[in-house]
């Protein structure tokens, strides 16, 4: 059986370039880039150039990134190791409801060390309103927090304009946005009024276990981790060349074929949703087409438990997923889903795209899905 | 020219075996663990049952094993998590002057929120006097920290005796143990006593960008990270299934091979020793033999700069270290040389043995170091 994988978003297949290139760099350049020796000293160099070049990626400096074990760490790092190190400045932390686990947990977190969060609600597309975001603004704010692209979702805000008007009423608040989803599928926010970003590398075809964080020069930030004195002391641990490595070449792909691969989810998109009406399915979009990332498909289907379509998908071979992989084995309706006040929440499946995905498996997929709904129906009618 | 690398406590080279699984595991058991569909199922079902072979080996429960990114995040959870959900039973933490930065780092920091900590000295050898511990016990004490094998001296600990008279004065005391350098090498403490341990995959010919933290069934212990329910809610983040099994794989060779190993070691050591005397090097053992890890020899060289010494043994493609990877960049006298009051701090180098060192190679290396601390002291007295 052709299996046709439509998970993404959770995680996305690594590439065949990348392998080769992590398998290599396993071998060649094992040596610790702490080392004194001139072989640790050979992969230092390595690193260096690695975070040189995501760096200008970024359009940042190589001393304004660092290498964490993954999006959630760097996400951590950011409203923890932010708000901990700026409390003298305010208590007050406003982000979305939205966000991914990693951001409202964090925050949540830091309600038991005394701060007050506040968690703004979002529109039925999903988006935040400037406006109202503006109006919590306190005199204790000290750091907002804005994802770039809904992982569940796919709806994208306009952090530019987000963190301008924020840097407008105190140019002292700290804007971060978890921009994980939105790297190697998106155009990225410039990074101006933006002082930290998360990038995870197994969102793009690198390997898991590695991500990124970018904080400007200059914010004030307290670590996670204690311990050597790698990367300026803010994240200690071996540094792990091979993945770091890995990422480099992930997201240099990723960032050249972005035009290519953004203008083929949208056409895989379309095709999808156009198939799917052929087929004669009702559905409703969890987010408008023209605010989202065309990577992420989430529709509601009226009448349909989505775990249920997943399992029936599933043993042809697709792959589809009810929202995010870390909440999903919750089995209950995402906090994304609650926020927009979905139609369909019970009905509400995902189907995010990689790189690879082509235009006959998803039209496929479309077809089945609409043999299944109907079986499935039938079923829940009788 | 031949590489001989003795840098293997700061890295060992991933071991072939290991890098034909891990890069067959990037490929076949791509998806999320946390996925619904089948296809994350499966790798979380492998998940399950890596985590159980790696409990199995030390003796525990896979309910008490968790993932983190590296044994500098292990020794930070165990100290950060169980200080701080313990906080109400009291204040003070106990640990030892020659800990890994991770652990020693992790105990400062927490002196800032409020801990009170006591950190012992050693004696010459770099042992603990456990009488001494003891006697510094209070009823405040919650966390005593002792490493199983120092990684720059190779010393090793009685860690079941001085955790079973530790919880002979309480038995409510959390004892933690770094044994990072001790899995696969020595002959690891039985977990009667120890409630904590932490291992690092890349030490043993793993990979980079994996460990294990062990926390015993009914501890109590704080996150240091928050986000999806992964592990327990202990430690989220997307788990890196293919990292685990190279762990896995790694850990179950070393076991396997490890009386093999440890004699092999034992006579290597020897056998440098030896060379070096017959060359006539006049050296100091930082730490004696029988109370070491025959991975790890540190010695110290009257009128040498171990800098210089690594320097010159590097041209001839010879990797040694003056000490921890985590520190050497600082360029001073480490934390454990100036703890066990090394006759010769300026000149303490250490060679560190992998499972693949060879005789000749250590017999080629005492040659050469003999004839380049000849022309280092030619130099020096000049």
Redesign the interface.
């Known amino acids: 059986m052709q ?1 046709i ?1 439509l ?1 993404n978003a ?2 996305m ?2 590439l065949k370039e990348v ?1 080769a290139e ?2 290599e760099t ?2 060649a350049d ?3 880039p ?7 000293y050979e992969v230092e160099k390595k690193m260096t150039k690695s975070r040189e070049h995501l760096a200008k990626i970024l359009g940042v400096s190589a001393s304004e990134i660092f290498f ?6 760097s ?2 790092l950011a409203i ?1 190791g932010i708000a901990r190190a700026n409390r003298q400045k305010g208590n007050h932390l406003l982000t979305t409801a939205i966000e ?3 951001v409202l ?2 925050v ?2 830091l309600e038991k060390e005394g701060f007050v969060i506040e968690i703004l609600p979002v529109d039925p597309a999903g988006r935040v309103d400037i406006e109202e975001l503006l109006s919590k603004i306190r005199p204790e704010t000290i750091l907002v927090s804005v994802m770039a692209v809904n992982n569940e979702t796919g709806v994208m805000q306009d952090i530019e304009a987000i963190a301008q008007r924020v840097k407008a009423v105190r140019c002292d608040i700290i804007f971060h946005s978890d921009c994980v989803q939105a790297f190697g599928k998106v155009r990225m926010p410039m990074l101006k009024n933006v002082d930290s970003i998360s990038l ?1 590398a ?1 969102k793009i075809g690198g ?4 991500g990124l964080f970018y904080l400007k020069k200059g914010i004030k930030i307290e670590a ?7 990367q300026s002391g803010l994240r ?8 770091v490595r890995a990422f480099e070449l992930a997201a240099e792909l990723a960032i050249a074929g972005q035009q290519q691969h953004f203008i083929k989810a949208e056409q895989i998109r379309q095709l999808f949703l156009n198939e799917l009406s052929v087929q004669g399915v009702d559905y409703r979009l969890n987010a408008p087409l023209e605010l989202s990332s065309p990577f992420i498909i989430n529709i509601g289907l009226p009448d349909i438990r989505a ?1 249920v379509l ?2 029936a ?2 043993t042809e071979g697709i ?4 929202g ?7 089995n209950r309706i995402s906090h994304v889903i609650e926020a927009i006040r979905a139609e369909y929440p019970e009905g509400s499946i995902r189907l995010s795209l990689g790189y690879q995905t082509s235009e006959a498996e998803v039209r496929q997929t479309a077809v089945l899905m609409a043999e299944k709904i109907k079986q499935l129906r039938r079923f829940v009618r009788k």
């Open positions: 299996e994988y998970d959770a995680t297949p690594i392998l992590i398998t396993y071998q094992y040596a610790n702490s080392s004194l020796h001139s072989k640790g964490t074990s993954g999006g959630t760490e996400n951590n923890l991914h686990p990693s947990e964090a949540r977190h995870g197994h390997p898991k276990g590695i996670l981790l204690f311990g050597g004195k790698h200690p641990g071996t540094e792990n060349y091979p993945a775990e997943l399992h998908l599933e792959y589809i997923s009810t995010s992989a870390c909440q999903s084995k919750k």
